[in-house]
């Protein structure tokens, strides 16, 4: 059974980074056969895409976000991250995690808030 | 960027009927459009892949077609459980784009 799980600070201040990981299990990074995702969703809003990343390191990002979004990924540990820079309110959202590009197993969502 | 027009924004149904929901994509995709079900504080979960492939466990009272750019899901014999908010996502090219959603009310 493939899982994702979403970590890191539920709270971050504004102008900080905002810093989340996702751990996967009952699948391998590094089998090379999906991109890893991560989604948002802000309180009340609809789905928006981030970014993915290949376990070569290949990533795509959001043009919206792009100067401040930064995906990693670390196949040692079978885990990816996100990173997002210079935060403010908008930020505010559910973050996701997901497999492949077709999405199909997602983590629970992590709720990150941005307030100070 | 592809967008995807997504409609109805809400609709209210009964028990028993059927509703489609459209989401029209600004330029050709192909048949890479999946369809996601969202309940309240859950995860979105994957119903449809490849405009008509549906997951394991999904009820055959789902499903899904193309019309061009036009990609419908159908959804017959609605069940209270179906209450819930649906998304397109089309995965054809990066970056990836979901439709507004479709807050569906039984």
């Known amino acids: 059974q493939v899982r994702l799980q979403e970590s890191g600070p539920g709270l971050v201040k504004p102008s900080q980074t905002l810093s989340l990981t996702c751990s996967v299990s009952?699948?391998?990074?590094?089998?090379?056969?999906?991109?890893w995702n991560w989604i948002r969703q802000p309180p009340g809003m609809g789905l928006e895409w981030l970014g993915s990343i290949f376990h070569t390191g290949v990533s795509f990002s959001n043009p919206s976000l792009k100067s401040r979004l930064s995906i990693s990924v670390d196949t040692s540990k079978n885990q990816f991250s996100l990173k997002v820079t210079s935060v403010t309110a908008a930020d505010t959202a559910v973050y996701y995690c997901?497999?492949?590009?077709?999405?199909?197993?997602w983590g629970q969502g992590a709720l990150v808030t941005v307030s100070s | 960027d592809i967008q995807l027009t997504q409609s109805p924004s809400s609709l209210s149904a009964s028990v028993g009927d059927s509703v489609t929901i459209t989401c029209r994509a600004s330029q050709g995709i192909g048949y890479q459009l999946a369809w996601y079900q969202q309940k309240p504080n859950k995860a979105p979960e994957r119903l449809i892949s490849g405009t008509s492939k549906l997951d394991s466990g999904v009820p055959s009272r789902f499903s899904g077609s193309r019309s061009g750019t036009d990609f419908t899901l159908t959804l017959n014999n609605l069940l209270p459980e179906d209450s819930a908010v649906y998304y397109c996502?089309?995965?054809?090219?990066?970056?990836?784009?979901f439709g507004g959603g479709t807050k569906l009310q039984i």
């Open positions: 996502l089309q995965h054809n090219s990066f970056p990836l784009t």
């Open positions: 997901a497999r492949s590009r077709r999405l199909d197993y």
């Open positions: 009952g699948d391998s990074i590094n089998s090379g056969d999906f991109y």
